[in-house]
């Protein structure tokens, strides 16, 4: 059995030995680990073991402590240990380098005496005089084996990454518990902050798991969005007499608060409704800052995002690090799916890919509260400029264009917009200025987009902003070879031909689909798609479609007949009824995609789509001309 379990970063190793040979020296008992292991799934069997098998922890808690994973396991193993047996610094000593405590999780371990390693001598006395008055090796347990109460949380499966969250929620439910260093004399309610899907129900169930022994009176979960129907479920009917009997601390869990749809007294009156409870609230919104301490979940980091995704680096950046997105493919690339096909169907413009894995419409929720014109406005301008950060001035400069208001008018929707999504948590801030847009919202507001029409005006709008043509004559574009004169007879073709050049190049492919790579319907769909919208884009500015001109130069006219006419319309009337009675053929048990890759003209389509990359770049060269932007334009020269 060990007396000491030394517990430190490995960037401290050279401090520490020194704090190790003492103890040794002292006559103590002491494990240290050699051997550096981490892991992200928890905490190792070699460790635990060794812990079970110590009198307590002593952790050298410098300011580098609290980044280091494995340390955090350790640390959160031996104070529930120790709360378990009703003081959760009976097993935890602290030895503190730096000059503050502010780096110290939990908080009660900031009102402890901490020992320093400036005088060796007084600490092993002091170690030595502590683990002296313990009975046997720390009783570690495995987490949620017992379960207090029915309808207590469970553990969560997806549960990765978020210890330093678990002790900030932690510290701030007790903040009372060390007044001399917080300034705090009661407990306080904390919310745990997020969009949806990040992993705020996780964060609060595993909280409740792991920390229960800190609440004899037991754990109590409620949902928000149905709060007197959870309370009518536990069988309280007179909260304050039935806590006042009990006379026991007690955690008061209100899950997925309906934030902005009440006001904040109502939500107020879900808090514990004794003064011996401690209560702990999730919710979209930060606009409850007089709630109680805010704790805000953002994504996950790119270590935890690959390990929960399947180790697929590309899936991982594509979902920002969302652990509803990440699990959600790491589940189907663990179920046989190939991660490069996840990826290219998570970008695709038909159903939600996370929709069709969760097996429900798990993306409405995350773009739910974009609920006024103005704060869908500004998301619209964000998802145009993605990834580039949405900045103020972006927004005012794409509504004026698209809605042809005065600036000042503009300039209050975009500012309004933008506070609005701040609220939700639906932007972040950058370092350089601007705002970001999570890619998982814009995967879901692309697909709830409740006026796609809009959205494609501020998409035009936000680009013309960006391309920022200077002259009435010449067309001149950041970073372009050309600086073009008017070729076209109007200012109206000009933004047709830029509209259906951008249109072309961004949108429908004119790069090769891989074989065995994307679906093949996906690609008729986006080349009908490319039909309709050049159709619509002549409509909007009042051009008809001709099948050539006068003396053979291109128009806007003639480009677009061409591309309808000549190019797309062959081949989707080809492949279109050719694809369509293969697919009605596909069997009940076999996906869509699996199905799409037997056919046997699966290859001869393919070959055929890769020759229309030639006429489709050809006609955004000409296009080009005309709009005088080099975007998608083929370098010459």
Not at 307 to 315: F, M, P, Q, S
Not at 364 to 384: F, G, H, Y
Not at 492 to 512: C, K, N, P, Y
Request: contains cysteine; hydrophobic residues 40%; glycine residues 10%.
């Amino acid at each position: 059995m060990w007396d000491v379990f030394l517990s430190y970063s490995r960037s401290d190793v050279e401090r520490v030995r020194p704090l190790a040979r003492a103890l040794r020296g002292g006559g103590l008992r002491v494990f240290t680990d050699e051997t550096g292991v981490a892991s992200f799934a928890g905490i190792s069997d070699t460790i635990r073991r060794e812990l079970a098998r110590s009198r307590a922890l002593l952790a050298y808690y410098s300011a580098g402590y609290p980044e280091r994973e494995a340390c955090q396991w350790e640390l959160t193993t031996a104070y529930l240990a120790g709360l378990g047996e009703g003081d959760p610094r009976r097993r935890v000593m602290v030895v503190n380098p730096e000059q503050g405590t502010g780096h110290i999780h939990p908080v009660e371990l900031r009102d402890a005496r901490h020992a320093s390693d400036d005088d060796l001598a007084t600490l092993v006395d002091d170690v030595r005089a502590h683990v002296a008055g313990l009975d046997g090796p720390m009783p570690v347990r495995a987490f949620g084996v017992r379960r207090r109460r029915p309808g207590a949380p469970q553990p969560h499966p997806g549960f990765l990454g978020r210890l330093s969250e678990l002790w900030q929620v932690h510290s701030a439910l007790h903040a009372h518990t060390a007044p001399l260093v917080t300034g705090r004399a009661a407990a306080h309610a904390v919310q745990i902050r997020g969009t949806a899907g990040i992993g705020k129900t996780a964060l609060a169930q595993e909280y409740a798991l792991r920390f229960e022994a800190a609440y004899p009176g037991g754990v109590f979960w409620l949902n928000g969005e149905a709060y007197d129907d959870s309370l009518r479920a536990l069988g309280i009917s007179e909260p304050y007499d039935q806590f006042e009997a009990a006379g026991e601390p007690f955690l008061w869990i209100v899950d997925a608060v309906p934030a902005g749809r009440l006001p904040a007294r109502e939500i107020v009156g879900m808090a514990a409704p004794h003064p011996l409870g401690h209560t702990l609230f999730t919710l979209c919104s930060r606009a409850y800052d007089g709630l109680g301490t805010a704790v805000d979940l953002g994504p996950l980091d790119p270590p935890h995002a690959r390990v929960l995704v399947g180790g697929d680096d590309a899936l991982a950046e594509a979902t920002g690090g969302h652990p509803l997105a990440l699990t959600l493919l790491g589940r189907a690339v663990a179920a046989g799916h190939d991660a490069r096909a996840l990826y290219d169907r998570l970008h695709a413009r038909g159903g939600s890919l996370l929709d069709t894995l969760a097996g429900e419409d798990v993306t409405a929720a995350l773009v739910r509260d974009v609920d006024t014109r103005d704060a869908a406005d500004a998301l619209r301008c964000a998802a145009a400029l993605h990834p580039l950060p949405l900045t103020a001035e972006d927004a005012e400069q794409a509504l004026a264009a698209a809605d042809r208001v005065p600036r000042a008018v503009a300039h209050r929707r975009a500012d309004n917009g933008i506070a609005e999504l701040r609220v939700r948590g639906l932007l972040t801030p950058v370092a350089d200025g601007g705002w970001q847009l999570h890619p998982v919202t814009l995967h879901a507001w692309h697909h709830h987009d409740p006026a796609p029409a809009r959205t494609e005006a501020l998409r035009r709008a936000a680009l013309r902003t960006l391309c920022a043509r200077r002259d009435p004559v010449t067309l001149a574009f950041p970073g372009g070879r050309r600086e073009a004169p008017m070729t076209a007879p109007s200012e109206s073709e000009r933004m047709a031909a830029f509209d259906i050049q951008v249109e072309l190049v961004t949108r429908i492919g004119v790069q090769e689909l891989a074989p065995g790579t994307g679906s093949l319907r996906e690609a008729l769909t986006s080349l009908k798609s490319l039909i309709d919208f050049t159709r619509a884009t002549l409509h909007t500015y009042s051009i008809g479609l001709e099948r050539g001109s006068a003396d053979g130069t291109p128009t806007v006219q003639t480009l677009a007949y061409g591309l309808i006419n000549d190019v797309i319309r062959p081949f989707t009337s080809t492949w279109h009824p050719r694809l369509a009675a293969y697919e009605a053929r596909c069997p009940t048990d076999t996906a869509p995609l699996d199905h799409e890759t037997a056919w046997p003209e699966a290859d001869t389509m393919r070959a055929e789509l890769t020759a229309l990359q030639g006429p489709l770049r050809s006609i955004a060269d000409s296009l080009g001309g005309i709009s005088g932007a080099d975007f998608g334009v083929a370098a010459t020269g």
